[in-house]
């Protein structure tokens, strides 16, 4: 059997499973969100890692029901932990293709899933990529505003490393920024990166935009973000992608 063939019934199958890494608020300490994370147990090959599989899905349009399913699955999640903790559980947030924003209808498939599960939608996020944007900005832009209005927020993945113009900030909707782990991974031995990364944060603030680091691994690196005003991080400093159980445990866990 091909990986391609495979890629259809995975998720049916249960071949696939989400992990949640936890953002922190460096300030309280406080999880405020996850970010739910795709993986892949496949039978004879183990673990295999989305980098791998979601081009395969995306070439072959498997990426539309796998993306439906993550969402389901990571919103279903973020449903139970509103239940349990209220006010203080984590938001969620989820990961979507240039391909998913093919679908006219988008918005409305993820306002009936919110209501089928009678999540407030401040409990999602969305994570898009700044090229992604670019493949059909019309489109994109309309679904976008959909999402923002129905109280969905936005974030901009892997940001300062896109093939982008920063005309999409004003023209798209975006909540908040996450800054590219590759200039994280830098600080503090490379000036750049340390510039970079100030930069992006003053920008945020001006632009009255919320901003995250990711890939935030040492002390140093998170003293730093806050000293600049970056008050959300997300990296291994904290913890790494969580199976849904171990994530359970954290949450009853008092920090
Ligand atoms: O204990 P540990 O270092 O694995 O915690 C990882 C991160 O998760 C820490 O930054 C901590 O602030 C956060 N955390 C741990 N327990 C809780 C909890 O019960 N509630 C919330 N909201 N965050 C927690
Ligand atoms: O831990 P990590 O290997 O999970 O993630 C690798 C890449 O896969 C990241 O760029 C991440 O954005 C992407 N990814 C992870 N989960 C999903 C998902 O559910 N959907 C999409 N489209 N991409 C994902
Ligand atoms: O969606 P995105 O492209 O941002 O995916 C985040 C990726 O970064 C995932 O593959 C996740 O497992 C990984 N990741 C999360 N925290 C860290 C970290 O502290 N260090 C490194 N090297 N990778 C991380
Ligand atoms: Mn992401
Ligand atoms: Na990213």
């Not at 070439?59 to 919103?75: P, R, Y």
């Not at 995250?212 to 140093?220: D, H, L, M, N, P």
């Amino acid at each position: 059997l091909t990986l391609e063939h495979e890629l259809s019934t995975a998720a049916i199958n249960k071949g696939f499973i989400l992990h949640y890494q936890p953002q922190v608020e460096l300030s309280s300490g406080r999880m405020v969100a996850v970010e739910a994370l795709l993986r892949w147990n496949h039978p004879e090959r183990g673990s295999i890692r989305p980098d791998l599989f979601i081009p395969i899905a995306e070439e072959t349009g498997h990426i539309l029901s796998i993306g439906q399913w993550v969402l389901k699955q990571a919103c279903s999640a973020a449903k139970e932990w509103a239940s349990r903790y209220g006010e203080t559980a984590p938001r969620v947030a989820v990961n979507f293709s240039a391909f998913q924003f093919r679908q006219p209808d988008l918005a409305e498939s993820v306002q009936n899933l919110l209501e089928h599960l009678q999540l407030p939608p401040q409990q999602l996020e969305i994570e898009i990529t700044e090229t992604a944007l670019m493949q059909d900005p019309d489109t994109t832009q309309r679904i976008l505003k959909r999402l923002r209005d129905l109280g969905v927020s936005i974030s901009l993945d892997d940001f300062g490393t896109g093939y982008s113009s920063l005309s999409y900030l004003k023209r798209f909707p975006v909540n908040m920024l996450k800054i590219d782990q590759s200039f994280i991974r830098d600080i503090p031995d490379d000036r750049d990166s340390i510039e970079i990364t100030r930069a992006i944060i003053a920008m945020t603030a001006r632009l009255n935009i919320n901003v995250i680091a990711e890939g935030v691994e040492t002390k140093q690196q998170a003293e730093f973000l806050g000293n600049e005003g970056c008050n959300l991080v997300q990296g291994y400093l904290f913890s790494r992608p969580l199976p849904g159980d171990d994530l359970g445990k954290l949450l009853a866990t008092p920090s």
